[in-house]
Structure formats: C-alpha cells, structure tokens
C-alpha cells in the first residue's frame, strides 16, 4: 500500500518548480493532490494531467496565497471536491534580491505577505479541514534562514520568520496531532532558478556543495513524502535542510 493512500493534500505554488516535483511526489505517494497556482493555469493544469496520467488524483484551484479571501476559497474548493485534508504544504513564494538600496516598502509587504502571512493564514484554515487524527503542515523555507547571503535581506528574513512560525506552531498545535516542519532547500534546479545558478554565484555554492551538484525539484519532493507520512510521526518543530550538504 502506497504510503499517502486515501490522504490529501494542498501544495501552494504547485505549478512549476519544486512546488510541482512536490505535488507530483505526494500523488505518487497515493494522495488525492490540490494544486495551487496564483497565475499561469496552462501550467498548473499540466501538472494535474501529468499526476493523472500517471493514475493518480489531483485537481488545480487558482488562489493567490496573499490574499485571505483566496486563501478561505482555496480550502473551501478542496472540501468541496475531497471533503477533508491531512497535508498542507506551505511553497508558495517569491523573492527580490538586491542591495538595501534597492529595497522598498512595497516590495518588502509584497514578499512578506506571501512568504509569512499566507502560510499563517493557510494554516489556520487547514485547522478547519484536518480530522480528529491531525495532520501535517510543511512549510517550504530556504538555507539562506540560518545562513544568509548579501544581497538577499528581505527574502531571507521571511524564511527566518517562517522557521520560528514552523517552531511556535509546533508547540501551539501539537495537543491536536498536528506536525509542524520546515524543509530548507539549498540550491535548486529548476526553470525559475536555472538563469542564476549558470552565473558566478551558482559556481560557487556548487563547488561548496558536499554531494556536487544543484538540487532536484524531486529531492524536495521526496522529503515532503516522509513527512506527510505515518514514518514521521514523532518529527515536528524540526526545521531540515536538504541541501546536498551546503550550509
């Protein structure tokens, strides 16, 4: 029996990248998968046929995870259609790097709404569809949390907040069964991110890296399986790197 059968799940910013190796993994698992995406539903729907192609059950439901009002839809089109959740995956996110200089409040409002407010405000509407038996929260952060780089203030600083949020939520929501975990990626190749890591920048994390090469969309994935499964169910609060060895 597949590890994941008859459970579902909502990955947010499943559409490309490692929200999509996410989804796809979790599908593979047995779960029954909502694939959020905020914009591009040629890709999201691509997705769900690949997931479907390959016997598994997914469908696509467009939210902006900024946004409350989306966010309450979000989960009220995953009742709508499965009835129940038992993982949320935190992924949706965005990032802007540059110098102080460049740094505005729009911007700054702009990554912390997405990158913190919205796995909070997803969070607690998922407290809403979990079943007595509890659930998995999965919040997708970032190495650059504990071990940041110039250039990358705000967007480190969300990733920071959404691992202390991974930790106090933890301890508020374990009394209902309900595990909390960061996964931090290192490096990751994926379309979105393929452009900066052939530059100077990607030559020297890859050469920094213990297992010598970039990550995989399905290395993330495979993490996210474990921790939605029964095989986790003594880890929460925990906040684990899968960075092929990077600090």
Not at 136 to 156: D, E, G, H, K, R
Not at 173 to 181: E, T
Request: aromatic share 4%; net charge neutral; hydrophobic share 45%.
């Amino acid at each position: 029996m597949k590890t994941l059968q008859n459970k579902v799940a909502i990955v947010t910013g499943a559409s490309r990248g490692i929200g999509a190796g996410i989804a796809q993994a979790l599908a593979a698992a047995g779960a029954s998968v909502v694939v959020n995406y905020a914009h591009g539903r040629a890709a999201a729907d691509s997705v769900v046929r690949d997931i479907i192609g390959a016997g598994g059950r997914a469908i696509a439901v467009q939210a902006d995870m900024s946004k409350s009002i989306d966010i309450r839809r979000l989960f009220a089109d995953t009742r709508a259609a499965y009835g129940r959740l038992d993982v949320l995956v935190n992924n949706a996110g965005v990032y802007n790097f540059g110098s102080i200089e460049s740094i505005t409040e729009a911007g700054f409002h702009q990554d912390f709404d997405l990158n913190v407010l919205g796995p909070i405000l997803a969070t607690r509407e998922a407290l809403g569809l979990f079943s007595d038996d509890g659930g998995s929260i999965i919040n997708i952060s970032s190495i650059v949390s504990a071990n940041p780089l110039p250039q990358t203030l705000v967007y480190s600083a969300t990733k920071a907040a959404l691992d202390v949020a991974t930790k106090v939520l933890a301890k508020e929501l374990g009394a209902r069964n309900i595990r909390v975990n960061s996964i931090l990626p290192g490096p990751t190749d994926t379309p979105g991110n393929a452009a900066g890591l052939q530059g100077e920048m990607g030559k020297v994390m890859l050469a920094a890296t213990p297992l010598g090469r970039f990550g995989r969309a399905e290395d993330i994935g495979k993490v996210a399986v474990f921790l939605s499964s029964p095989e986790s169910v003594w880890i929460t609060g925990e906040t684990i790197r899968v960075s092929g060895g990077l600090a």
